[in-house]
């Protein structure tokens, strides 16, 4: 099966950690200095908190990692059962779940309410 996926040129999911989602988000904004991360779960998505305030995101999308700064025009909401759940205004990515345990995930909804204010 390994060798029909190559050969087709499908390549496994990638996995997010502190370095890879800090890697990420540096190729796209190189002006952001990232002063925490906060990785998923289930290594599929991360937030980090920038020094200018503002909060950006890295998550995953097949092999590749998509990164995005949050806007005000964002949405935050917390579910036990599902973790962290952000709407944006962004077409391209218009919802994300971050699965987190819950002290940390309500720690966000916290920042990222501080977005709109």
């Given at each position: 099966m390994v060798v029909v996926s190559l050969a087709l040129g499908q390549a496994a999911e990638a996995r997010l950690d502190e370095?890879?989602?800090r890697d990420a988000f540096a190729v796209d904004h190189p002006d952001s200095v990232v002063l925490s991360v906060t990785v998923g779960t289930d290594g599929r998505a991360a937030l980090l908190?920038?020094?200018d305030g503002?909060?950006?995101t890295v998550?995953?999308?097949g092999d590749r990692?998509?990164?995005r700064r949050l806007t005000a025009s964002l949405t935050a909401g917390w579910s036990a059962e599902r973790g962290l759940q952000l709407?944006?205004?962004d077409p391209k990515a218009p919802r994300l779940l971050v699965p987190l345990d819950a002290d940390v995930?309500?720690?966000w909804v916290?920042?990222?309410a501080k977005l709109g204010a």
């Open positions: 370095a890879a989602a908190q920038l020094e503002a909060v950006g998550f995953v999308l990692f998509v990164t709407h944006a205004a995930g309500l720690q916290s920042r990222l």
